[in-house]
């Protein structure tokens, strides 16, 4: 880009030179450029169709964007927790406030692929098998994280030690919720030793105890300000958790209407019955008890 006035990004006519364009620099022969930095020619490579549609261009790059972002979710997740966990209550808040951040864009990738119709979807969907979204490890680790647990869930990822190990070490370790309520046992709240000893690879029930615990917590939000911002903190996340979801099965009715997904599952049916799925509970109950 050049800093004469007949390109839109360059400075124009009038600009003192030091700040033109010609002082950017430009050999890159010993140095990272930005696409060697980005390995951009890797990530150009990895975006392959295997048809000639149109459209699967844009499936693509949907969901490459959206691995990208859930890595990210899953890396400040694991942060906040390790944090979480030796009692530090202030630092994760601001990666617990990425996470949410980072969801929102998720969120918005179902606006770009909601642009592809049925027709378009059907050029190419039978040649990708029996690949799903289901199956993104990923994804699978931030359930994990925020504590929605099924051992079955690993089974597409057997084949890959690489990627199975670390989900099982998550599906055997305290969730972001567990390691919550353990903050609330150390701060002399009344956690029952059954939920703080409980088996962590099976989903969390809801305990009338911790819901008396968060409730103290919010009626005296001065005394427990910490607390008190990591479970809104919580809400946030699973606020928008559910929003993914919710546009995900959206956008999956409006393109394939209520066919068997590409994985196995039931497609919409499937979807509709995750929505049922509450990570924190006592959060959500402790409004109504106020």
């Not at 057997?158 to 998550?170: V, W």
């Not at 370790?173 to 000893?197: K, Q």
Request: charged share 20%; proline share 5%.
């Amino acid at each position: 880009m050049s800093g004469g006035s007949g390109c839109p990004f360059g400075p124009g006519e009038g600009v003192p030179a030091e700040h033109s364009a010609e002082q950017a620099h430009r050999d890159f022969s010993r140095s990272l450029s930005y696409g060697d930095y980005l390995h951009l020619d890797e990530l150009r490579s990895a975006h392959q169709p295997v048809t000639e549609a149109h459209d699967e261009h844009l499936f693509i790059a949907i969901h490459h964007v959206s691995e990208v972002w859930l890595s990210l979710i899953v890396r400040e997740l694991q942060a906040a927790m390790a944090l979480l966990e030796g009692g530090i209550t202030d630092a994760p808040l601001k990666m617990l406030t990425r996470v949410v951040r980072a969801q929102e864009q998720l969120t918005a990738a179902w606006d770009v692929l909601r642009t592809m119709t049925p027709a378009d979807y059907l050029q190419f969907r039978s040649a990708f098998g029996q690949a799903s979204g289901f199956q993104s490890q990923n994804y699978r680790m931030v359930e994990f994280l925020l504590g929605n647990r099924n051992p079955t869930l690993l089974g597409p990822h057997a084949h890959r030690p690489d990627l199975h190990g670390p989900l099982l070490a998550a599906l055997h370790a305290p969730s972001v919720y567990d390691l919550a309520l353990r903050l609330l046992a150390a701060r002399g709240l009344n956690v029952p030793a059954e939920v703080l000893g409980r088996d962590v690879s099976r989903p969390y029930v809801a305990d009338p105890a911790v819901l008396d615990a968060w409730l103290t917590v919010y009626r005296d939000t001065g005394r427990y300000w910490d607390l008190y911002e990591l479970a809104e903190k919580l809400v946030d996340v699973e606020d928008n958790f559910r929003r993914w979801r919710f546009n995900h099965l959206t956008t999956v009715e409006r393109t394939i209407g209520f066919r068997r997904g590409s994985g196995g599952t039931s497609g919409v049916g499937y979807l509709r019955g995750a929505l049922d799925t509450v990570l924190f509970p006592e959060l959500w109950d402790v409004r109504t008890h106020l």
